[in-house]
């Protein structure tokens, strides 16, 4: 996802075409403005990717990069402080950040703020009180997209933060529907803001199906208000995710503390998302498992890549996930073609009971006492070199919903995560079923 950040006032000035300018800036800015700035930069509020305008390079660029990967947007090549790295075109930046949690912090300038404006889902502004002089100007953002969700206070402004609320056009719909997914977990889960998220993001309808909570905006408010009182630490990550057409995916890590002062619980949580025509929220189906700190080979339950690449395959590697369910996982499939779809060079295993390579899983495929069966292939979604499916299995004659995550190469797949959970009874359930 992307995400702009920058300071203005009410006249929608940031900044200053001439160093003179920029110095009388500066000395009418409120104190605090310059940690506000930090924060927003590289402190609290930044991720692990930058980018910002040749133009608008400074010492806070490279403190930044001391903790983030920092782009540098400009297209005459240009000699850079250790640890920038340059781009001359938005594209690269685009293709892997826009549709995808992993999430790219816009600095400024005034044009590659403009230029990623389209992309973007979410953006910090530091609204100082005081007129601060100067003649560059951006306020195409003030054009209705955007919303705010809450403010932070500061002495001589606040900072506004904003959720895209309307698709810039058609082809960025898929972005306010990964945005509107990530913001009902962050905002109404990880910060407490559970009645809010679920009326803002959600559509006319909203069918559940997690174990427990009823259908309906009322219903995830009845689950999770007590939740959030129960569990008043929460450390909440997206760590993979994308959106694929109408529908959303998210693998998200856990870390829960009670109020009681009890060792945190730790979870791994997939998820899925429909929507609706507009990218609210209309349907939710997830799959929850305790997380794994070391699995045989050394891995954790979410470690590993979460970069998407290879855009163009991915209708082919969503068919090879398809043809390695039906022809190998389910019954009447032939464990001994696993090798057509499963690289036999590099497979990187995330289930907290196999090891790596492909004789381990072939291992398990071909055991006398075969505990896990594929019955049916619910949902698929990928993006790039990653593929998700939620799929109706039966382990040990127990039905279950289960998750598997997909990264692959050339083709093959390189690396597996997984997420499977126990199918409750028709008598416990709490909405229509995890299917």
Known sequence: MIRLAFMTDETRVIGASTEQGNAARFEVMPPALAGVMRELYHGRYAGEHIVVGAGSLGQWTEAAARESKVWVLGREPRELPEGLEQV?????LVDRFANSVE????AGGATTLRLLLPYATRIDIALTDATVPGDVRFDEWDDGSFGVISETPWDGGRTLHLVRTRAAEPATLELLRLSNAVALYMQGIRDGDARRAIYAYTGARYTQHSTGVPDGPE???EFFEPFL??????DIRAIRGWADGRKV???VFQSLKESSGEG?????????FDTDDEGKIIEHWDVIAAYAPKTPSGHTSVDGPGEIRDLPATDRNKQVVRDLITNVLMRGGDPSRVGEYISAERYVEHNAEVSDGLAAFRAALEADERALWYDEIVLLT???NFVSTLCKTNWKGQPFAQVDIFRLEDGRVVEHWDCAE???PPQQLANSGKF
Do not use: M
Request: one cysteine or more.
């Open 88 to 92: 001359t075109s938005i594209k690269p």
């Open 103 to 106: 999430e790219l912090l816009v």
């Open 219 to 221: 219903g995830f408010l």
């Open 229 to 234: 009182a129960r569990n008043p630490e929460r």
């Open 249 to 251: 995916f998210l693998h």
């Open 264 to 272: 945190a619980a730790q979870w791994v949580t997939t998820d899925l």
């Open 382 to 384: 990928g993006r790039g």
């Open 422 to 424: 126990p199918c409750p």
